[in-house]
């Protein structure tokens, strides 16, 4: 007699309480406060991955990869400041503040920056010595909670950011606890030390576009009309705010989408608010185009860029520039396997830890710790910015030159297909193989 | 719209030491670049500005020590960041007059609108009428007298600074408030979140004493105020307060 074999049911994980969401709920009822992280958004997202270049062959004329010029700089600001910002390379530093970085990361994005010509950005915090001394290009943001906003710094900016939003959470406002409202930091945003500081999510003193017209223009008159302004907007209603931007008088528009970074938030504003980078540049280009002013008033796309390939996409899409942040931070140091033993002791792991508000960032740059601090190298951080970077541009020009273009913003969205439906509609490019867009009228 | 066309700029000239510009014939731009002008080296101190006709952003971003009259109404924005200087507007101002003002002395002659002194950092801001809504909103050391009310959320988030109110104050007074100072003689429609009413205690009689003494005001006695401050209750999250937020 042969024994009956017993079939078992496999234990199946629920694809709608996975355990992330399963971990999430317990640590919710543990706690009673929602998660607060920093970084962007985690879930898979239609990327420019899904993106792919059309290279020259016989209808198209490539250019020699390392002999032929492709132009990389790109001038922003044209359109009313009397000195525009000259750009080498159209990858520039996102808005990081004092605070939640360190000093030293401050200064070591300058130093990145500087070293290749483009330009880094201020961020909720205002301006410190630190970082206007080693950034030959330094963008001033101008955020609700005027933190540090001082007319002085003003003067010394290169150029002015109106933030109205940032991708990682579009109809927020900063955030910065107490772990890193340390002396210094508390003396710059006067506020006590210690607090949870939750910044305003709107502007205190203007509360629409045809305000925002007024308040562009007081800023133009306080620094005599000399640099450029941009406006910063989290990706949403991209369309209609970059027109409202331009009527307001932007000189530049600054699109992040909600890849991009942020130091702290709630996680359920990064993962459910705003829309994908990618969907938001044609929504850009679409309204600036149709004001006659794409390429006067100059498109910076930010959020998830992470090499050339990215950046030269971007691009094609309409870009005149992008911006980076988290990979920036990478390149400086963050995250780095060598202090994952650390990072374990934090509940995470190297390529995974986001819990930047701590302040116990085990690479020293997202604390104001001063221990911690003093394990980040601002020369050394400075040099392997600029060397990623320069891998960037020359990744971007690579994949221009083989789209025989002799200036990375010569390369356009006829250049691009897509590889799922999905993004084909988002970009606004053919479905790879066919001459479909979805959502467009078939054209041949 | 090019940019020479709004940047360029006509000089101004003075009679007696005295800078007279009129806005029916000259541009706010002649105006801010001829007081701008005077930052290395003050050659003009006394400024009369005719005709302003609530035209916005007039004497903003001024840093010397000069004596500006506005004689008329003014749009927004009307001595924005202030530095140094003595900003008289003789008439009503529009919304942000002396926003994020450092240092000098504002004195509006009439009522202001919304977001009066927002985010100021020092100097005086008198108003000698009434505010409107979020009058110091986000404030970081100025001093603001209000002579007559103050409309709703003034103070919001307010940092540091003292804002004195001879009139009423409407809802929502003080909401997240930091470690500003609020004083108001009349009555209060209702405290924002987190803003309680605090003892009168004599370091803030003299406080308020000293700044009407700053501000020329003769006719009022600080003992007829009540003191309002942060509970400091909402200054680090606790779930228990998250009906409060």
């Known amino acids: ?444 | 719209m090019t940019t020479n066309n709004l940047a360029e700029t006509s000089a101004i000239e003075s009679v007696g030491g005295v800078a007279t510009v009129d806005l029916a014939v000259q541009t706010v731009r002649d105006l801010n670049q001829g007081l701008h002008d005077q930052h290395d080296e003050m050659t003009i101190e006394k400024w009369d500005v005719l005709n302003p006709k609530g035209h916005h952003n007039l004497a903003v971003g001024v840093n010397q020590k000069l004596k500006i009259d506005i004689h008329g109404p003014a749009g927004y924005y009307c001595a924005g960041m202030n530095q140094q200087a003595e900003v008289t507007i003789h008439g009503h101002t529009g919304q942000g007059v002396a926003e994020n003002m450092m240092s000098g002395l504002v004195r509006v002659k009439g009522n202001a609108s919304s977001a009066a002194g927002a985010t100021a950092h020092g100097g005086l801001l008198v108003i000698e009428g009434d505010a409107g809504s979020r009058c110091g909103i986000s404030m970081k050391g100025v001093d603001i007298l209000v002579k007559g009310s103050v409309g709703h959320m003034s103070c919001f988030m307010g940092q540091a600074g003292v804002l004195a109110v001879c009139g009423d104050a409407g809802d929502a007074l003080g909401d997240s408030l930091y470690e500003a100072h609020i004083y108001v003689k009349g009555s209060v429609k209702s405290l924002g979140a987190d803003c309680i009413e605090k003892e009168m205690r004599p370091e803030h009689i003299e406080e308020l004493t000293e700044l009407f003494e700053r501000a020329g005001v003769t006719d009022q006695d600080p003992r007829d105020f009540k003191r309002y401050g942060s509970a400091r209750q909402l200054y680090n999250f606790k779930v228990d307060n998250a009906g409060s937020y």
């Open chain 1, 1 to 444: 007699m042969t024994e009956k074999r017993k079939y078992m049911t496999v234990p199946r994980e629920s694809a709608t309480f996975d355990s992330s969401t399963l971990s999430e709920i317990r640590r919710a009822a543990d706690t009673g406060i929602y998660d607060i992280r920093g970084a962007g958004a985690k879930r898979k997202l239609p990327h420019f991955d899904d993106l792919l270049f059309l290279g020259a062959s016989m209808s198209r004329y490539p250019l020699e990869g390392y002999r032929e010029k492709c132009n990389t700089s790109v001038t922003l600001g044209t359109r009313f400041a009397k000195k525009p910002i000259e750009l080498e390379i159209p990858v520039t530093i996102a808005g990081m503040s004092f605070g939640a970085l360190s000093a030293y990361a401050k200064e070591a994005l300058g130093r990145g920056a500087s070293a290749v010509g483009t330009s880094t950005t201020t961020g909720d915090g205002g301006m410190t010595p630190e970082e206007r001394g080693q950034s030959t290009k330094l963008v001033y943001q101008y955020l609700p909670s005027r933190y540090g906003m001082n007319p002085d710094d003003l003067r010394k900016a290169d150029a002015i950011e109106v933030v109205l939003g940032q991708g990682a959470k579009p109809g927020g406002g900063g955030m910065l606890l107490g772990q890193k409202i340390t002396d210094r930091v508390a003396k710059m945003r006067t506020l006590p030390k210690g607090v949870d500081q939750r910044s305003a999510c709107r502007h205190p003193d203007w509360t629409g576009p045809d305000d925002l017209e007024i308040k562009i223009k007081e800023l133009r008159e306080i620094t005599d009309w000399q640099v450029p302004i941009y406006i910063k907007v989290g990706a949403t209603r991209t369309y209609y705010d970059v027109k409202l931007a331009v009527k307001a008088g932007a000189d530049v528009i600054v699109v992040d989408g909600m890849q991009g970074g942020t130091a702290a938030t709630q996680d359920v504003f990064i993962e459910h608010v705003g829309i994908p980078t990618m969907a938001a540049i044609p929504q850009a280009v679409q309204a600036l185009q149709e004001m006659g002013m794409h390429r006067k008033v100059q498109l910076i796309v930010s959020g998830g860029i992470r090499n050339g390939a990215d950046v030269a996409k971007c691009m094609a899409l309409g870009a005149d520039a992008v911006a980076i942040g988290t990979a920036a931070m990478v390149a400086l140091g963050d995250n780095d396997p060598k202090w994952e033993e650390e990072y374990q002791k934090l509940g995470s792991t190297a390529g995974s830890y986001d819990d930047w508000h701590e302040g116990r960032d085990p690479a020293g740059i997202s604390t104001q710790d001063p221990e911690l601090m003093k394990r980040f190298d601002p020369i050394e951080g400075g040099r392997r910015l600029a060397n990623y970077l320069r891998v960037l541009t020359l990744e971007a020009q690579t994949l221009a030159r083989a789209c025989g273009k002799n200036d990375l913003r010569n390369l356009e969205p006829e250049d691009l297909v897509a590889l799922t439906v999905e993004s084909a509609a988002m970009a606004r490019v053919p479905l790879a193989g066919t001459s479909w867009i979805p959502g467009q009228q078939q054209t041949f």
